[in-house]
C-alpha cells in the first residue's frame, strides 16, 4: 500500500541560514517545527518501499473498557498495511507520561490528547503543528462539527484532529416514565419540567443533580444555552458572571428544590438512578453501559441532552489525533503516521461501539453507525458541542468557577451573582499569569 513520504526541501542549507543568524549553535541546538519558516513548505512524495517497514509508536489513556476497541482498530490498520507497524501503548497518568517522555525525547510518533490540553500541550512543545499532513491526507474542516475543529487550530496553526465527541447525554428510567404518561424523553425545557414533576412523588425522584462533577459541566451548558459564554473570543477574559449564569444557576436551583433533593455528593444521582427510583440524570455518555442496558434491571436509556435555554448548546469533550514534538523528525515516519490518522478517522464507526460519537461528520451519518444505540440517540449533540478557547492553561481557570457552583449547590454560598462575580475574578487572574508564563505563541 502507498503512503506518502514528507521531505523538507533544503531542511541542511535552511538550518545553517537559521544558525547563522542567530550567532551560531551546537550540536545540542534543536530547531522546532515553530522555528521552520512558512516559505519553506512540506513537499509531497508518493513512495512504495523506499522507507521500509515503518514502525509507528502510538500512545492513548484508554484503560477502561474502551481500550480494547482501539486495540481492534489497530489491529486491523496492521493487518491492511504491510509497510507500517502500529505499536499501541495504553498509559496511565497520561500528561505525567508525556511530558516525561518529552524532557527524554522519547515522545510517541502519535497521542491522542483531550481537546481542552490541546493548546497546553502546544506551548509546551509536546506537540508540533500537522497543518501539511492535515492537506496532504484530504482531512477537511468541513467534515467535522465547527467546535471540535477549531479546538485543535492553536495560534493559527492546527495541532490536532477530532477523532470522536463524548458528550453530556440525558440518561432516563423508561418505566417510571411510561407509569407517569410519558411515552418519549422531553426534548425542551417545557416538557423536561412536565416529566420531572409527574414522575417526583413519594421515594422516587424526577430529576437528580448533585453538588458534585459533572455540576460545573452542567452549569457551562445551560450558560451556554442562556445565550452566555465561559470566556471571551480569545480566552483572556471569564465570562460566566453574565445575566445568563445567573439564569443557569437558578434554573439548577431550582432543579434541585422541585425535583431532586439537597445537597447531594457526586455520584450520588447515578446510584440513586441505578437503584431505580429516578426518571432523569444528566452525566457523560461515558456512563451509558453504568446505568442502561445490562447495567440496570429496568428499561434504562439514553438521548441527547434537552434544550433548556433558547440557544442549543451541549457541553462535550473531544479525543483529538496530534502528532507529538521529535528530536529529529522522520519524513517516513510522518508519512505513516498522517496514513494511520486518516484511517482511525475513516474507520471510527468501530471506535463509537466503545461508547463515542465519531467526529466525522460523514461516519456519524453512516447507516452503519446509526444502528448503533444509544449512541445514533446521542448523536445530534455533536452539532451544538462547544469547547473552551484554544489558549494554555484554559482548563486551570475554570478551578474558582468549580468551587462556587459546588458551593451554590451544596447551600454553604447564597449570592449567586457574588459567587460568579468572585470565580471571574479569580480566573481572570489565572489567565493573566498563565499569558505570562506561556506567551504568545508555542
Request: glycine share 8%.
Amino acid at each position: 500500500m502507498k503512503f506518502r513520504k514528507w521531505i523538507f526541501p533544503g531542511i541542511g542549507i535552511l538550518l545553517l541560514i537559521l544558525l547563522a543568524a542567530c550567532g551560531g549553535g551546537s550540536e545540542e541546538t534543536a530547531v522546532s517545527e515553530s522555528d521552520t519558516p512558512a516559505e519553506a513548505p512540506l513537499v509531497v512524495e508518493e513512495v512504495d518501499d523506499s522507507c521500509g517497514t515503518v514502525e509507528l509508536q502510538y500512545w492513548n489513556p484508554f484503560t477502561g473498557p474502551d481500550g480494547p476497541f482501539m486495540g481492534e482498530i489497530v489491529e486491523a490498520f496492521n493487518a491492511e498495511n504491510d509497510n507500517i507497524s502500529v505499536v499501541m501503548t495504553t498509559q496511565s497518568e497520561y500528561y505525567t507520561q508525556l511530558s516525561t517522555a518529552a524532557a527524554s525525547n522519547t515522545l510517541p510518533d502519535v497521542a491522542i490528547v483531550h481537546a481542552d490540553q490541546v493548546a497546553t500541550q502546544a506551548f509546551r512543545n509536546i506537540l508540533r503543528p500537522i497543518d501539511e499532513i492535515v492537506t496532504a491526507n484530504g482531512i477537511n474542516g468541513a467534515d467535522y462539527p465547527a467546535g471540535a475543529w477549531n479546538a485543535g487550530e492553536v495560534a493559527g496553526r492546527r495541532y490536532s484532529i477530532p477523532l470522536d465527541i463524548h458528550p453530556m447525554t440525558m440518561f432516563y428510567n423508561a418505566d417510571l416514565l411510561a407509569a407517569a404518561g410519558f411515552d418519549t424523553p422531553p426534548t425542551t425545557g417545557e416538557e423536561f419540567a412536565a416529566i420531572a414533576a409527574a414522575v417526583t412523588d413519594g421515594s422516587n425522584n424526577g430529576f437528580m443533580i448533585t453538588s458534585g462533577f459533572p455540576i460545573r459541566q452542567i452549569f457551562d451548558m445551560l450558560l451556554y444555552q442562556y445565550g452566555g459564554t465561559s470566556f471571551n473570543a480569545d480566552g483572556t477574559e471569564a465570562t460566566w458572571n453574565s445575566e445568563a449564569g445567573v439564569q443557569a444557576l437558578e434554573w439548577m436551583l431550582a432543579a434541585q428544590s422541585d425535583w431532586s433533593q439537597p445537597n447531594l455528593e457526586v455520584d450520588a444521582e447515578l446510584n440513586a438512578f441505578k437503584g431505580g427510583t429516578v426518571g432523569l440524570i444528566w452525566n457523560g455518555i461515558w456512563q451509558t453501559t453504568n446505568v442502561t442496558g445490562d447495567g440496570v434491571e429496568f428499561d434504562g436509556q439514553a438521548t441527547a441532552v434537552p434544550q433548556i435555554g433558547p440557544q442549543p448548546a451541549t457541553w462535550g469533550g473531544s479525543h483529538q489525533l496530534t502528532m507529538p514534538t521529535q528530536a529529529e523528525p522522520d519524513s517516513c515516519k510522518d508519512a505513516a503516521a498522517g496514513t494511520f490518522i486518516k484511517y482511525l478517522l475513516d474507520n471510527s464507526v468501530t471506535w463509537a461501539q466503545a461508547g463515542q460519537l465519531p467526529a466525522n461528520n460523514v461516519v456519524r451519518s453512516s447507516a452503519e453507525f446509526l444502528a448503533i444505540e444509544p449512541q445514533a440517540s446521542i448523536a445530534p449533540s455533536a452539532e451544538h458541542v462547544f469547547f473552551p478557547p484554544a489558549v494554555p492553561g484554559i482548563t486551570d481557570a475554570y478551578g474558582p468557577l468549580d468551587e462556587a457552583v459546588s458551593s451554590l449547590m451544596a447551600g454553604t454560598a447564597t449570592d449567586i451573582q457574588a459567587a460568579l462575580d468572585d470565580a471571574a475574578a479569580r480566573a481572570n487572574q489565572i489567565l493573566a499569569e498563565n499569558k505570562d508564563n506561556y506567551g504568545d505563541s508555542p
